[in-house]
């Protein structure tokens, strides 16, 4: 089956700094990625669309410029959160869609002290 | 617009019995429905989807879901609960059709020896 790879799988970063996070579809071409958020013990929030080689489609409330999305091949796409403050911290997924069917990474956890 | 209800936060059995877990979904068409499952500290793994074939969807380590439109339900059920099966599970629908997934707000299912 298809394979949705993240890295870093947890990271802790001081407040005031930026922090990138890779999405990788292993097997497979994906010219749309997404990516989400999940709180602790709630559900997932899609941030934003990530289409290759154009801009990225945030969801109303997720500040683009705080959350910078590049999608720069068939295989890549990056979640930098940027100036990176406490209430960042989350579980971040992405997922890469083949057909029908989304494969999820697994996750990122960023806490920012 | 597309969105799911799962009826219960928290569902427990003993091992051995039946597992339901419950989601009515409302759409203007008809959907795509999935249901996803996280381990603590695991990625998203897909259990089954429902894309207008067969009503009654089998998916992996035993669970099916039925698509019952006339109650716009699409119940997850188990015969039999195994101790591996305590998780937290979502009830899915796309947003449109291949786009980013609106996800249930999760029940956690818990299962005793």
């Known amino acids: 089956g298809a394979v949705v790879s993240q890295h870093p799988s947890r990271v802790i970063c001081k407040s005031g700094t930026s922090v990138k996070i890779e999405c990788r579809s292993l097997?497979?071409?994906?010219?749309?990625m997404f990516w989400y958020r999940q709180f602790p013990k709630k559900s997932l929030m899609l941030m934003a669309t990530?289409?290759?080689?154009?801009?990225?489609?945030?969801e109303q409330g997720v500040e683009k410029d705080k959350f910078l999305i590049n999608h720069a091949s068939l295989t890549l796409s990056t979640l930098t959160v940027t100036s990176a403050h406490p209430e960042d911290s989350s579980f971040y997924i992405c997922s890469a869609r083949e057909g029908r069917t989304q494969y999820f990474g697994p996750g990122t956890r960023l806490l920012v002290l | 617009a597309q969105s799911v209800t799962q009826l219960d936060s928290h569902v427990s059995v003993s091992e051995g019995t039946p597992v339901l877990l419950r989601c009515n979904y409302s759409s203007s068409y008809s959907p795509s429905l999935f249901w996803y499952v996280q381990h603590p500290n695991k990625g998203l793994q897909l259990l089954l989807k429902y894309t207008s074939a067969a009503t009654l969807v089998k998916g992996i380590n035993g669970f099916e879901a039925e698509f019952k439109k006339s109650e716009t339900s699409f119940h997850l059920t188990k015969p039999s609960a195994h101790m591996s099966d305590a998780a937290e599970y979502f009830c899915v629908v796309p947003y449109q059709a291949g786009t980013a997934l609106i996800f249930g707000k999760g029940t956690t299912l818990s299962v005793s020896s």
């Open positions: 097997d497979f071409q994906a010219t749309t």
């Open positions: 990530s289409n290759e080689g154009s801009k990225a489609t945030y």
